[in-house]
């Protein structure tokens, strides 16, 4: 199994909601990654999970609160966000080769807007 | 910052012609990946050339990788109506850090 899963596909909020965003994959990988994507941009890292525990934070507002209950999972936990965080939610996963990580693997996202 | 840039930002060709896009970065490389886009849709991996190698072939797909210059190009031969894509070189560094260049938005006319 190659793939990574993410769920919701689309989720609209207010901004006083409290919502969750869940990644899987059963590839082994023990690294997983939240990027955000802003439309025509780039993805841009936000958080990085290595071995279960948090390596990476970019600066992210504490509104998003990541999570990593199992090898196997991400969330990515919501809360009061503003209209300026709508946007492409991408997890991914990578497996470490000879101490570094290789290629990523991409859920197809999560289409998240805040009203 | 360490996000790369890359040009053409926006790229239109025929189907049958190559594409060529570029990217340069600013810090030192574990690798340097590839990947493409479509739609608003998630990112698929195309090719990895780590920082000790200078060229990398996978089927229509040519990687070139200049440490010294800090750039790569990736070439896409014989470009068929599927490749339209957005694409982007993302790079590696750090020990699990990626960084993800401008992209190139790539049309190919059928």
């Known amino acids: 199994d190659t793939e990574v899963t993410q769920t919701p596909k689309h989720l609209v909020m207010g901004m006083t909601n409290k919502k969750s965003l869940k990644c899987e994959q059963h590839m082994g990988h023990r690294a997983m990654y939240w990027y955000k994507q802003k439309a025509k941009k780039p993805p841009e890292l936000m958080f990085v999970y290595s071995y279960e525990k948090l390596s990476i934070n970019e600066s992210v507002p504490s509104r998003f609160s990541p999570e990593c209950p199992n090898s196997s999972l991400l969330n990515l936990h919501l809360h009061a966000l503003q209209p300026e965080d709508s946007a492409l939610y991408l997890c991914a996963s990578s497996q470490p080769m000879s101490g570094h990580y290789n290629e990523q693997f991409f859920g197809p996202g999560t289409r998240l807007t805040v009203l | 910052s360490q996000q790369g840039e890359e040009d053409p930002q926006a790229l239109s060709i025929q189907e049958g012609e190559n594409a060529t896009m570029n990217c340069s970065y600013k810090?030192?490389?574990?690798?340097l990946q590839w990947y493409r886009q479509n739609s608003g849709r998630g990112l698929v991996h195309l090719i990895l050339?780590?920082?000790?190698?200078r060229e990398k072939h996978s089927g229509r797909l040519r990687v070139t990788l200049d440490t010294s210059k800090k750039s790569s190009s990736l070439l896409i031969t014989a470009s068929r109506a599927a490749d339209t894509a957005s694409y982007f070189c993302a790079t590696n560094w750090g020990f699990n850090k990626f960084y993800f260049g401008s992209g190139t938005k790539l049309n190919v006319k059928p």
């Open positions: 810090t030192s490389i574990n690798n």
């Open positions: 050339i780590r920082s000790n190698e």
